[in-house]
């Protein structure tokens, strides 16, 4: 009972960030401030009442509409609140109570701003990606436990070696490429090496180019798209993060028990 209590909060807790996140996500691209004004129509910019802003519950009893002026809501908005929800939970669960955990959510929360915006604007801000990497440096040198995240033998030089490795990989990419990989790709594996270690960045980088590749061939047999479509690389680049998170020490141990 104390733990589906705990599990309750934390999903609260979730939805309200995520509702926040929604904020991130767009005013961050556009240049507005994530502070001020106030929550407000996108369509008719009236001002949001606490009681329509109860994360996926308002949703469901505007019918999706703004009590105002009745302009339809994008379902984005209870997914994301959902997405990190669920995702805090499922954190929790495979990691426990403790700091560390805490720097999980920040970095789930950190990837689905990052999805979205890139998704939108196919760009990867770095008002998230820089204190990412400066937060993750010293989260992954002092708190986070799991040895998977850490490289024993540098000790606390692991995060400094994992963000040198994501930032150091994708930038040799992108002048191979020649500017098919953008800078905040690069920037967005550093934070990620950083929070999970140069082994995380490898495994992160095959996931996410798997699932990028998958995509791609997808929209090019059934939507007729050629090799040239701009793809947005940076969703593929969390939801990699994110298994690894979450599977990567028994993707390396089975990897490893096969060879």
């Known amino acids: 009972m104390q733990y589906l209590i705990l599990y309750g909060i934390i999903f609260i807790f979730g939805s309200i960030v995520g509702s926040f996140l929604n904020v991130c996500i767009y005013r961050i691209p556009r240049g507005e401030s994530i502070i001020i004004p106030a929550s407000h129509c996108p369509s008719c910019n009236a001002p949001i009442k606490i009681w329509d802003n109860i994360p996926i519950l308002s949703y469901v009893m505007l019918g999706g509409r703004c009590r105002a002026c009745k302009s339809r809501i994008s379902l984005r908005y209870p997914l994301v609140e959902a997405m990190n929800a669920l995702l805090y939970i499922a954190l929790l669960w495979r990691f426990r109570i403790g700091w560390h955990t805490l720097f999980y959510f920040a970095l789930a929360s ?13 760009i990867i801000p770095d008002g998230i990606t820089l204190p990412g990497i400066l937060i993750g440096t010293i989260a992954g040198s002092l708190i986070l436990p799991d040895p998977f995240l850490r490289w024993s033998l540098l000790g606390y030089k692991a995060s400094v070696f994992g963000a040198l490795t994501g930032f150091g990989l994708f930038y040799i990419v992108a002048v191979l490429s020649r500017g098919g990989m953008g800078g905040g790709d690069i920037k967005m594996m550093a934070m990620v090496g950083a929070l999970m270690g140069w082994k995380s960045v490898l495994l992160t980088t095959f996931l996410g180019s798997l699932l990028g590749s998958v995509w791609g061939i997808s929209l090019m047999v059934f939507k007729g798209k050629g090799r040239k479509t701009k793809i947005p690389f940076g969703p593929f680049l969390a939801a990699g993060a994110i298994i690894t998170l979450f599977l990567g020490q028994e993707i390396f141990y089975w990897y490893l028990g096969r060879r």
């Open 110 to 122: 950190a990837l689905i701003v990052i999805t979205f915006i890139d998704l939108d604007f196919q």
